[in-house]
């Protein structure tokens, strides 16, 4: 018998399946050749008249949502903003028609969860204390429990709490920090967005500065 997590994994895999095999079809046809036969999985009609506010300033209204597949900002998951989202968000809620989905659901309760600790004035800068703790381990010499609070914030869901990570181990400057500072740079990844990406300037970044301490590293 499969888990519950096993079934969200499925589910949220055929969703991804799906929103690309539509961003395929719309290269070659519009949604209304799609939806020729009746609603397609992955699209859902839009109530226009739920969006008329929005013709007479930004111009026509969508006649149909169809799933759209995005990488979260902050973890860098692959997530699916699917139709029926998109009709609830845009016509329940009002949210603009214009907007799009940035941040998994992960990452939108852990957002949520330190505005609401901010506003309770306990731990209002949660990611910032973090930050601050793992800055403090450069001007130090690495230990082994050093060498483990960064091998940790690499492995965080917030990238910048690994570039930060990742300039430490620039203040560093050890053999093994310069090796893998130099396999972070070396590896950019396919997309502009990845974290690959993001790391690998990073790296670069990092091995510039320790270059002008230490020209001989």
Known sequence: MKSNKQRRAEIKARRLERAADLKAKLRTQDARQLSAGGLVPGMAMADKSLLAHYNTTFGEVPDFYLDQAYTCR??????????????????????????????CRACRQARRALRDAALRNEGANLLGDEVARLRALATKKPTDESLAQVETALQSKWRSLRVVAI?????????????????????????????EYEASKAAAKALARKAEVDPEC
């Open 74 to 103: 902050d973890c860098g998951a692959q997530e699916v903003w699917t139709a029926k989202q998109q009709k609830w968000w845009h016509e329940v809620v009002q949210g603009s028609v214009y907007s799009q989905a940035v941040r």
């Open 167 to 195: 300039e430490v181990m620039g203040q560093w400057g050890g053999p093994e920090q310069i090796e893998r500072l130099q396999a972070f740079a070396a590896d950019r990844g396919s997309s502009y967005g990845s974290w």
